[in-house]
Each structure stands twice: as C-alpha cells, then as structure tokens.
C-alpha cells in the first residue's frame, strides 16, 4: 500500500524524531537525498548550471545544501533569494563555503534571474513546502513562471511550491515540476489533480520518520488488489460465488445495459443478472447473461446490485434496487433518481460512484469546484449520503462515510475518458460487491482493474468502452502475476 499523510502528521513525526537526533541531521538527510535525485537528472554534475530558487523557510534549506553539495562536485550553482533577510543560514553558508553564488532581490533582480534560469541545466525549487499556504506570492510566481519557460529539467522539493500539500489543491501560480523529491512519506497533494500534475514523477527518500498507522490516503498496489480479488475455490458454484444484479440501460440507452454487463462479467460474480428495457440487445451480444422483465424486486435473488447507467428517468426501479437488503451501487442516472433519506436508511452496504459533473449536481456546486477539490468533494458526498463514494475522474478518489483514509487509485490513463467507460467501471465494481467485497474495497479494486485495462486496451492509441471490458481478464492476470 502507498500512503499519504497530513502536513499536520508529518510535522509531528519530524518533531519526534529531531529530538533524537543531533541538530540539522534530518535536514542533511533531506539534503543528501535531493542532491543524489539531482546528480541522476544532470548526468554530469561537473560543469553543469544550477539555479536554486529560495524561499524563507527550511524547504529553501533543502534546496542551499542540496547546491552546496552539487557545487561540491563541480556543478556552477546560483540561488536566487527571495527573501534574503529570512534565508535558511546554515544552508547559505554551506553553499557560499562550496563556491556557490547567491543573487538577492532588488533592483535587477528579476531580469537577472530570468538570465539564469534561462540558461540553467537544472532548477531546483526550493521556495516552500510544507510550509506554504495560499497560492505562490507574486515574486516567487513570476521565477515559477521563468522555470517554466526554461529548458532547464525542474526538480521540486518536497513539494512543488504554490500546490496545497493536504488537498491537492492549486489556488493560483505554481511550479510545474518535472521530478519532485519528497521526504518522509507522500503527501496527499502528490496524488491528487490537479496538484498531482504538477509534480512530474515523485521520488520518495526515506528520512526515517515513524508515522502512524492510519494515513490521510493510500493507493492499492498489485499485491494489495492481488489479496482482495475473489477466487473459486472446490466448494464454488456459480450462486456461492455471488450473483449481480444490472439494472440498466433504457430504449434510448441500450448500449449502457450491454457495458455494464460486459463489465459484471469480468468481475468474479458467478453470474450476472440483467433487469431493464434491453435485454434483447445484452442477451445477443452475452448469451450467457440471465435476464428477466419483472423489475428488480422480482427478478430473483442477487449478491449486489448495480442500478443506473443509461436508465434515463425510470425512477422505479432505482427505488426497487435501493429497498434491497443487498449491497447496491448507484451509477449516472441512478444518482439523480435516489432519493438521498432512503440512501442514509439503508442498512446494506451502498456505492455511489459519480464523475465530477454528477458530483457537483448532487452537491450543488459547479464542476470546476468539485474538480478544483476532489478530495473535499468525496468527503462531503459520503458524509450526505452515509454512502461509500467513488469520484471519478483523472484522480479517482474513493471515501468511506464515516471518514477515515480515503483510497485513491494509481493505475488509469485519460484513454478511459471514453463514452461508456464509466459503464464497464460500474458492472465491474458491483460484481466484486457480489463476491463478498466491501463497498470501498470493491469500489478501489474495481477502479485499480479498470485503470490497468484502460492502460491495456489503449497502449497510446483510442479506444472504445468494450475493449476496455475485453482487456480487464488481462489486467487481472497481470496483477496475480
Ligand atoms: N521539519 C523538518 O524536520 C524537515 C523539514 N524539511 C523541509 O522543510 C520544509 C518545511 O519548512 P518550513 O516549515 O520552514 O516551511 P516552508 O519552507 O515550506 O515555507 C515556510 C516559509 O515560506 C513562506 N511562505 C509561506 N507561504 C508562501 C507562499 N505562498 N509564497 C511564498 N512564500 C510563502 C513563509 O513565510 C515561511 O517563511 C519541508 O517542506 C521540507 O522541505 C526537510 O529538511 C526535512 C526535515
Ligand atoms: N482525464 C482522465 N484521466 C483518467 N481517467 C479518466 C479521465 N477522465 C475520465 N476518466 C475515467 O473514465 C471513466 C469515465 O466514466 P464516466 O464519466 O462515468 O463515463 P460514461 O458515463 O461515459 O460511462 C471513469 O472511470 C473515469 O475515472
Ligand atoms: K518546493
């Protein structure tokens, strides 16, 4: 499991350990890690141009003795100052006493650093961290600004400076990074969009900080999904093994039904039962899918259902769904049709999984704010509807309600921003409910395999929603390796 922890985590974390440790320790292994990410960038640190871009706490530290050890090696290093009274002093005389330069504000200052970072083989961001709060001031902007239109590789530490290190949040000008060192543990900012973009790869270096059990975030890797995917055993049948419900599709939206299938049944459910207006069309593309027109509470018995997508306004059957005392996943349409009290009273497992367009209707607020705050949005959403909530989206982002980590999902690519990919995602992620999995788990495992499949089926070139349900049976063979 990958985890991220709170700035307020962290900060208690480097406390306890600085009080073991002599004085600047940590910082000097913070220090020698950046330095060794940015010798691998350079290549050849000898003769190399380096420009440190300082601010006035000890992110800028960081970035002095990270110069002064590259300085050490034969690197020509400069930091700018942009705050020069306040700099770290121990890292400025590190730099200074390894040949390093430094340039202060003033007069000229700006138009020598665009000199600089014009002609720098690397830039080292170092202008706050976990420290920074609000958005870059407008000094520190502008040499954001220059990083960015240098072509000189970037390297942030910690964090790339002007991001919301808790939220992923950006709130104005910020360093677009193309390798962020980060010590001690990933912060949630690192996973999140649109922060998350802003970090280019991330590198993680060990200072030896204890953190807690229980993190902020935490992204399944393959041995986590490999763990909680079901598998038959002697004793399986294809009723033991679980039985999914779909409740989809509509005249005007067959293809939604016949996704939502294709899906369900590549997702270890012993079988797949279709209710809804287009069996006609799931039966002669998956013959092997049960059907029945008597509406969901009639159909027969199901492990979970999956109610919603391509449904149109047929309020009814999301009702029927919702009264079953069954784990139900609530997809598209479902989400404008369920009623948020019977959502809350419900006593089995429920899993909303909206886009950020959805989430925003059901939240009243715009799209670009619940993009803007993906992870403020998925709290509150489970928090309203007593609900697990998937957010989809370039960050998938899954919470339980009663707050608690949130799961944030790792594999995918935009390739999956496809018509009818939310679909397969949908019948997928409810046919791991009917094997037996929890509402976060199936919502996280299911986002994890479909990420994967996306990755498979595009390999850099478009595809299709089905060829995304045909490549999930691949990306689970790839994750029980
Ligand atoms: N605390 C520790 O033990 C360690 C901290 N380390 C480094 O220290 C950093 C945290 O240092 P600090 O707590 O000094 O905080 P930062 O260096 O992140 O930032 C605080 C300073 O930046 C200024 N600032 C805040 N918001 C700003 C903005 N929007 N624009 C421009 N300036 C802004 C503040 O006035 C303050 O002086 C970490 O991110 C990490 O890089 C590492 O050395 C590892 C050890
Ligand atoms: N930019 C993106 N990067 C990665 N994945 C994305 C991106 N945009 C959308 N997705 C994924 O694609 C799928 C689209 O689902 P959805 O919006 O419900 O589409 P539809 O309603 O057409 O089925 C979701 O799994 C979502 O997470
Ligand atoms: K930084």
Request: with cysteine.
């Amino acid at each position: 499991m990958r985890t991220a922890y709170s700035v307020e985590t962290v900060r208690t974390a480097e406390r306890e350990l600085m009080a073991r440790l002599p004085e600047g320790a940590l910082m000097q292994r913070a220090a020698a890690g950046l330095a060794a990410a940015c010798a691998d960038v350079l290549g050849r640190v000898y003769g190399s141009r380096v420009v440190l871009l300082v601010g006035s706490g000890d992110n800028g530290g960081d970035a002095l003795y990270a110069g002064a050890r590259l300085a050490r090696r034969g690197a020509g290093v400069t930091a700018l100052l942009l705050a020069p009274e306040r700099t770290h002093a121990g890292g400025l005389a590190a730099l200074r006493g390894a040949g390093g330069n430094t340039v202060t504000g003033g007069d000229g200052f700006l138009g020598t650093a665009q000199e600089l970072i014009g002609r720098a083989d690397l830039v080292v961001d170092g202008i706050v961290g976990i420290g920074g709060k609000g958005g870059l001031r407008p000094d520190a902007a502008t040499l954001a600004g220059f990083a960015a239109g240098s072509r000189a590789v970037v390297v942030a530490v910690d964090l790339p400076s002007g991001v919301e290190a808790d939220t992923g949040e950006v709130l104005g000008p910020a360093v677009h990074a193309d390798l962020t060192v980060t010590f001690g543990t990933h912060k949630p900012g690192l996973l999140i969009d649109p922060a998350r973009e802003y970090a280019g790869s991330v590198r993680l270096v060990d200072i030896g900080l204890d953190l807690p059990e229980r993190a902020e975030l935490e992204a399944l890797q393959h041995a986590d999904v490999a763990a909680r995917l079901p598998a038959p055993g002697a004793e399986s049948d294809k009723y033991r093994r679980g039985v999914v419900g779909i409740a989809a599709g509509s005249a005007r939206y067959p293809g939604a039904a016949v996704l939502a299938v294709s899906g369900a049944l590549r997702g270890g459910a012993g079988a797949v039962r279709y209710v809804g207006p287009a069996a006609d069309a799931v039966i002669s593309r998956f013959p092997e899918t049960l059907v029945s027109d008597l509406g969901p509470a009639r159909a027969g018995r199901v492990q979970a259902w999956v109610v919603g997508p391509g449904a149109g306004d047929d309020a009814s059957a999301v009702a029927e769904v919702l009264e079953a005392e069954v784990p139900v996943l609530v997809d598209a349409d479902g989400l404008r049709l369920a009623d948020r009290a019977t959502v809350r009273g419900r006593t089995a497992p429920t899993l909303l999984t909206p886009h950020a367009g959805e989430a925003a209707a059901l939240l009243g607020v715009s799209r670009e704010s619940v993009e803007g705050a993906r992870l403020a949005s998925v709290r509150e959403l489970a928090a309203r509807y007593g609900a697990t909530v998937l957010l989809k989206g370039s960050t998938t982002l899954i919470a339980d309600p009663g707050g608690g980590v949130v799961r944030v999902n790792p594999t995918g690519t935009a390739w999956l921003a496809t018509a009818g990919s939310g679909d397969v995602l949908s019948g997928l992620a409810g046919s791991l409910l009917a094997s037996g999995l929890s509402a976060s788990d199936a919502g996280s495992v299911g986002a994890y395999l479909h990420g994967l499949a996306g990755r498979f089926a595009a390999d850099g070139a478009p595809v299709g929603a089905h060829d995304v349900a045909e490549a999930v049976r691949d990306a689970w063979r790839d994750v029980m390796g």
